[in-house]
């Protein structure tokens, strides 16, 4: 399967609800977090079929560090599905 990649920029306090958002959505292979000037804070691989208490402690210092950064951006590397355009 083909990987693309998406970029979201949002402020620290929509972080955490957007982290949870794109593990809700499952097809996302690995999620890094970097502030506006491109220094990464978090990078971490989303493995199809783990759900729960797993993600947790990923979603407790997401959290903490909305709370720390103003503005910051989202990589995103998600599996393209059969049929799905470019």
């Known amino acids: 399967m ?4 998406e970029t979201f920029t ?3 306090e929509q972080l955490l609800n957007k982290v949870k958002e794109l593990i809700k959505e499952g097809n996302i292979r690995k999620v890094t977090i970097s502030d506006k000037n ?8 989303l493995t ?4 729960g208490t797993v993600f947790l402690p990923v979603l407790a210092a997401v959290g ?4 720390l ?5 989202i990589s995103v590397e998600r599996e393209e ?3 799905e355009q470019q």
């Open 69 to 73: 950064i103003t503005e910051c951006t």
């Open 48 to 51: 199809v079929g783990v759900v």
């Open 64 to 67: 903490a560090m909305a709370a």
């Open 81 to 83: 599905q059969p049929g």
């Open 38 to 45: 491109g220094k990464e804070f978090m990078s971490f691989p």
């Open 10 to 12: 949002i402020n620290g």
């Open 2 to 5: 083909a990987v693309k990649k």
